[in-house]
Nanobody, 115 residues
């Protein structure tokens, strides 16, 4: 059973930055994509960003230009660098891995953007 463990969430002021990490328990190249969703209270889960096995990076329009996704292959870890954070970025952020149309999920990490 693959495990994905997120870390790095917290409270940050508007305009600040946070970096989330997603540690995967197996080789990340086993996945078609590894990425992030988020869910704010009362909202549906929203896709944020992903990186595929070939290294291509994709972003939701709401975060493009502010968020950066990267990976450390040796550590089987995917990172989400979040810059210029806004209150509307407040949500629980979930890491996922997509392999052969099957999804594995992390437990989520809370990000709160507030002054």
């Amino acid at each position: 059973q693959v495990q994905l463990v997120e870390s790095g969430g917290g409270l940050v002021q508007p305009g600040g930055s946070l970096r989330l990490s997603c540690q995967v328990s197996e080789n990340i190249f086993n996945f078609n994509t590894v990425g992030w969703y988020r869910q704010a209270p009362g909202n549906e889960r929203e896709w944020v960003a992903a990186i595929n096995a070939g290294g291509n990076k994709m972003f939701a329009a709401s975060v493009k230009g502010r968020f950066i996704i990267s990976r450390d292959n040796a550590k089987n870890t995917v990172y989400l660098q979040m810059n210029s954070l806004k209150p509307e970025d407040t949500a629980v952020y979930y890491c996922y891995g997509n392999k052969m149309a099957r999804y594995s999920w992390g437990q989520g990490t809370q990000v709160t953007v507030s002054s």
